[in-house]
């Protein structure tokens, strides 16, 4: 049987290594696409070893850059998770988020539509449904984002729909939930909270917990959220669609803290602070309807994946990235 051959946008990111790696892992032909921005070519060290892989570092934005990738690679599909990804910019940079988050989306659409692409997938995220109260957050809630983030996702969404109507695309956008594990950006104070705690941990240096810690948060690990990204890219789905991607399972932040406590009794203790402005308390997705129309299930053990991570981070795991990083240049 033919390879699919899929274009994976942002594939030097965080989310997108991974997906490059699983689709790999599954016999697939991939091209992956990044400026390099906030992705690092560190990411596809497996990746690259394999002669179904090829890298090209550019701009998607261009314009002509996913019209040329489109037409010399003819993938089958395209995954696209290239964006900005912190809430907060977003807001601070409209222009930005809107070129990155939504501009970019029609971008993708258009190569796609040209070049006879069947699917796209879209990296869309649970920030779309706003502070909703309604808990699991199910797809049939009607989205009011309280972000200009959740609002470009919610757009591009739209679009994609949009397009599945008037040319018969195949499109699925998959809302994302709260993604921890490996490769995560840890330095921004917009990271993620378990990439943050594991940096702060592994170095011997105080958390901040902001709020008491009842918050919870639905934690689905990279290496479940990439198989969902391959599987809506290749197997046959009912299209167009728009499916969680969580596990369903709320996770208080102090028991995440009490993971890390156990791992590094010699840490300091935490700091608690006011809570963020404007943040939710509680989320956590539905993952009936991935279940139904893509077969995807998470499988992760949150505890297990949780203290594979923090073994992960250990400054020895950190060093020697280092010294590859320095290798390639
Ligand atoms: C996450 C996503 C965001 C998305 C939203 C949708 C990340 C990085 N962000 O935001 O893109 O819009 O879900 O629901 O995945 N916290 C601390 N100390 C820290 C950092 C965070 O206590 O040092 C707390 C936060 O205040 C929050 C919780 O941990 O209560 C989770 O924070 P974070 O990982 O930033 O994710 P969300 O805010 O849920």
Redesign the pocket.
Known sequence: MKSPRILVTGAAGFVGSHTVDQLLSRGCRVMGVDDLSTGRLINLRNATNSPRFRFVRADITGPSTLKDLCESFRPDAIIHLAGL???VRAQEEPGLNYRLNVHSTQLVAEAARSHGVKRIVFAS???V?GDHPDLPLAESIFPQPI?L??TAKRASEELLQGYATAYGMETVCLRY???FGPRQDPRS??????S??AEKYSAGEP?????D?G?T?DFISVFDVARANAIAATRPVATPTICNICTGQPRR?LSILDVFRSTHPEAPEPNFAE??AG??RH?AGNPERALERLGFRAEVDFAAGLRAFIEETGPATRDSAHAELVAIG
């Open positions: 990804v912190s809430v995220s649970a920030a449904y972000s983030y959740g939930f709260n993604i104070p917009y990271s993620g909270v378990i943050i705690f958390v901040t917990v902001f709020g810690g918050q948060r932040l809570p963020r943040e939710i989320s």
